[in-house]
């Protein structure tokens, strides 16, 4: 009997066959974990909106302390006034039957009697029925009436909207009181700083006329002189006004207004005037000497 011989060969997996596929699998999945990152990387990030925020400045002029809480109040008064208050409630109509039964019917005139008499007077004529007043409808039970003398309370909102116009009358006139105040003060100071200055120079004038400027004996008089005097305290302007009738007298005036000076320089309550006008009567009399009025 002859043996049968299987010649079927089937080649054995080598190592060198497992390692290749083992390369190959292990690259498939490195390039999808490389390809899924990749994506996710170059996929450009939602733009992200800007938040601004607007910033509105408002310049308030200044109120009294008391304005703002006058306004709170009010607001939480008109408020409460407005939780407290009930629903309107509608009222059915009045029925006008009412005033039909109450109307008087006219009553038949009794008939006359007869009288004995011969000359029997005429039956009265019955009167006429007069025209009943209509009755006065009644008025509403949601509006009662009050007296005329009695006078309403004012309500939240009225106090709101005085409290409110308080403020704003407050508001633009502040600035400007503030600002007429400030001007009558300086106004004030400055014609205190001038009329120190004034008694100053004249107690000067006098001082220093009496002493190197004396007029002749026989001589006495008044006259009218206007000096302009700078800043710096120097003479800028002298001149008679009105004369003495003595050209002595009045050349003595020049020279004493022009020999005391210079005078003392404006102060600072004067402001910035650049110069003082004086116009004043001038007096001599017995003894040489004289006086600035």
């Not at 509403?140 to 009695?150: I, K, R, V």
């Not at 200055?197 to 190197?212: F, P, S």
């Amino acid at each position: 009997m002859a043996a049968s011989l299987d010649f079927s060969f089937k080649a054995p997996i080598g190592r060198r066959h497992r390692t290749l596929s083992a390369w190959a699998l292990a690259i498939l999945l490195h390039g999808a974990i490389i390809g899924g990152l990749a994506h996710w990387r170059l996929v450009p990030p939602p733009p992200k909106t800007p938040v601004g925020l607007d910033v509105a400045i408002v310049t308030q002029a200044a109120v009294k302390p008391g304005a703002a809480q006058e306004v709170v109040d009010a607001d939480r008064s008109a408020s409460q006034e407005e939780a407290a208050e009930p629903p309107p409630q509608v009222e059915p109509p009045p029925v006008p039957a009412a005033a039909e039964t109450n109307q008087p019917q006219a009553q038949p005139a009794p008939e006359p009697e007869p009288s004995p008499e011969p000359a029997a007077e005429a039956a009265p004529t019955p009167e006429s029925p007069s025209t009943p007043e209509p009755a006065p409808e009644p008025s509403s039970p949601g509006t009662p009436s009050s007296p005329s003398g009695a006078k309403t309370a004012p309500s939240g909102r009225s106090l709101l909207a005085q409290a409110s116009e308080s403020v704003r009358q407050q508001g633009f006139t502040a600035p400007a009181s503030a600002n007429e105040s400030g001007d009558r003060d300086r106004e004030a100071v400055r014609r205190a700083a001038e009329t120190r200055y004034i008694d100053a120079w004249t107690r000067r004038v006098e001082t220093y006329g009496n002493r190197h400027h004396p007029a002749p004996g026989a001589l006495d008089g008044q006259l009218r002189i206007r000096v302009v005097i700078g800043r710096d305290g120097q003479v800028r302007q002298a001149e008679v006004l009105q004369s003495s009738g003595h050209p002595e007298l009045d050349q003595a005036a020049l020279k004493t207004v022009h020999g005391a000076a210079p005078y003392r320089p404006f102060d600072s309550g004067m402001g910035e005037r650049d110069s003082l006008t004086i116009t004043r009567t001038w007096r001599f009399g017995k003894g040489n000497s004289f006086g600035v009025r």
